[in-house]
């Protein structure tokens, strides 16, 4: 996933890698506070570690396939999945844990997480890949690093999430089915859109990406207004998946299922592809200066 | 999002931060964030049950009076069923010791009605309990369900609400929504 290491000096000197790296312990003791049976070594919790292991390993894989100019150094990348893990989902997790239960306790449980979690949940993953992509500067930061760093935000948010659900549903089950409960966690939250945390955080950060590393008030503007209606879009994907209609178990349901993921992979696609053409015509025209320290940010050059 | 060259000048403009004061801003702009979400989730809440009461249009609320031992009876109408879990305000493991949990039911009768019994409430124990029902009904083209949200509070004895007024609420619930005409 990596061309070139950022010096260690010039990294020491940022303040806001010191917030980030800050910021991952912090994250990691909210996260033992809030659901302390995350960290209990079980036998179910073993399983649970491998099968997220297995889809960290297709996330990155997918990366590989996404960044073939491999773009973003391993430490970014490093960063913004530690960060989608650690930060992110505890926040997540405690805003809206407070706002379903209100809602709910107003009527209106059964849209409660179609409501709260795709404001939550892409707010704190899209602060993430802000400020992992503010950190890759003075490197080349444009669509392209902005798409692969929400991706991989977005992905660790996810695999942790899935990691949690499968530990609450095993402390559900009975004791001679916990281990199954955990593998059909994974299983279904694989078949049924896989990874989409990881697409709408993508689809957002691609703008993010190009205000982060946009050159002028104009093209920072632009690119800031393009990164709002992202983040909208990503938001109303969110909540038409998050809506009851799609959680239940008809054939109605599982195309209409089928139909949003297509789309918004899609979607996610069609934003890459637009990333990878702008990073390659930017190297075509002769910028020497590849990954290289400059002294300043120069957008998808 | 930009479409900047290499061509543009290399000179620094004044929209260009220094690294330093850039990290700060985007750093303190990060932490902002974070924090108008905590304390959003930690201030607004609580007020909102009260607020949206009547003003949101989901929103009932029937009390059902009940003694130690009742069994509690809600039949929907065919087409509907209902499902509902207790909302107890402690953690499931109290929850489950107490039997507040095990003692709702949902079964789907052969007429094509509902039914969800609560046994065993304990008023004493559990003053305040509250029954969150799902009232939905397939949709009229056959994709998906609607669904209406009633909060039934169970209390002790006294000048309640009977049954009768809580599947009255419930229809009128579901009929402000769409569910039913």
Known sequence: ?301 | MTDQTAADTPTPTPTEPQPVRRDLTLGLIGAGVYLVMIAAAVAVPPLLPAAAEGAIGVYQRVTIAAETGDDVSLVAPQGWYLSGEWNTDVDDETAQASGILANVVTFDSPDGSSSIVVTGFDAEQDPDSVLFLHTCKPASDGAGESCADVQLLVSTPGDHADLASAISATRAVAASIGVVS
């Open chain 1, 1 to 301: 996933m990596t061309t070139s290491t950022p010096a260690p000096t010039a990294l020491a000197r940022r303040p806001l890698f010191w917030v980030l790296v800050a910021a991952l312990p912090v994250g990691l003791i909210a996260c033992l506070y809030l659901s302390p049976s995350l960290f209990d070594p079980t036998p179910e919790w073993a399983l649970g570690l491998l099968l997220a292991t297995a889809q960290t390993l297709l996330a990155l894989l997918i990366v590989f396939l996404l960044d073939t100019r491999r773009s973003i150094g391993l430490l970014f990348g490093a960063l913004a999945f530690a960060w989608g893990v650690l930060v992110s989902t505890p926040l997540a997790m405690f805003v809206n844990t407070a706002w379903i239960s209100a809602l709910t306790k107003a009527g209106l449980g059964t849209v409660s997480a179609a409501m709260v979690a795709p404001i939550d949940e892409e707010l704190a993953k899209a602060i993430g890949a802000l400020l992992v992509l503010a950190l890759l500067l003075p490197r080349r930061v444009g669509p392209l690093q902005g798409l692969i760093i929400g991706f991989l935000v977005g992905a660790g948010f996810e695999i942790a999430e899935n990691f949690s659900y499968a530990l609450n549903a095993a402390s559900a089950a009975e004791r001679s089915h916990v281990l199954s409960t955990v593998i059909d966690t994974f299983v279904l939250r694989s078949t049924e859109g896989l990874l989409l945390h990881a697409l709408w955080t993508g689809v957002i950060a691609a703008g993010i990406g190009a205000a982060v590393g946009a050159s002028t008030a104009k093209a920072r503007s632009v690119a800031l207004l393009t990164t709002a209606g992202l983040l909208l879009s990503a938001m109303l994907f969110h909540a038409l998946w998050d809506l009851p209609q799609l959680s239940t178990s008809s054939a109605e349901a599982a195309v209409r299922g089928a139909l949003l993921y297509g789309t918004i992979v899609a979607v996610f696609l069609v934003v890459w592809f637009v990333g990878w053409r702008r990073d390659r015509r930017a190297r075509r025209s002769g910028d020497p200066l590849e990954n290289a320290h400059r002294p300043r940010s120069l957008s998808s050059t």
